[in-house]
């Protein structure tokens, strides 16, 4: 007559191993446990760069793609979508590093205030490919605003942050050139 202790004594020692290999997390497919060269440490990014809103001209940047029925005093509900080239300097002529692409719209009854939905995307240099998102409200008649980055990509992945705008020139035409001092916390 055979034992069946020690089968029992086999089966339930494999139970207890696999029950002890998932509650440490061994058996899960999708998950890899980080070697140490994969740890990233966060680090804060000080970018700074001009933004040139063209709406004028045979060539602009920024064109209107939505007009309420009934215009108001400030313009409530103009939407801009842009592609707007991002500089070095404030020159016109100056060094392109990336673009601003999205749109913005006058979000405000009372008083001019844009709703900004803009990837600022990098094309040149260290972060050429990588890009940070801006949401958030920009009153441009305030001397300096301040809008929260809520993303990023590349080099800005888990991007989070501000940003800080200031207009160095505009005309009647609502063409501008906007200096940003971008603070970005990444990994």
Request: hydrophobic content about 40%; glycine content about 8%.
């Amino acid at each position: 007559m055979t034992s069946k202790f020690p089968n029992i004594c086999s089966c339930l020692f494999l139970v207890l191993f696999y029950l002890i290999s998932l509650a440490n997390g061994q058996f899960y497919s999708d998950e890899h446990p980080l070697s140490t060269s994969e740890i990233r440490v966060e680090k804060m990014t000080h970018l700074h760069f001009f933004f040139h809103d063209i709406v004028s001209g045979k060539h602009p940047s920024a064109v209107q793609i939505a007009t309420p029925k009934t215009l108001s005093k400030n313009g409530f509900g103009v939407t801009n979508m842009a592609d707007d080239r991002l500089t070095v300097e404030a020159n016109t002529r100056s060094e392109v590093i990336g673009r601003a692409q999205g749109m913005y719209g006058l979000a405000s009854q009372n008083e001019i205030a844009l709703l900004m939905v803009m990837n600022y995307v990098f094309t040149k240099g260290k972060y050429n490919g990588s890009s940070i998102a801006i949401v958030g409200r920009n009153p441009p008649l305030q001397d300096v605003r301040e809008m929260p980055i809520v993303g990023g990509t590349g080099l800005f992945r888990f991007a989070r942050g501000y940003a800080l705008a200031h207009t160095v020139w505009s005309n009647p035409e609502h063409d501008a050139i906007v200096e940003y001092h971008v603070y970005v916390y990444h990994f």
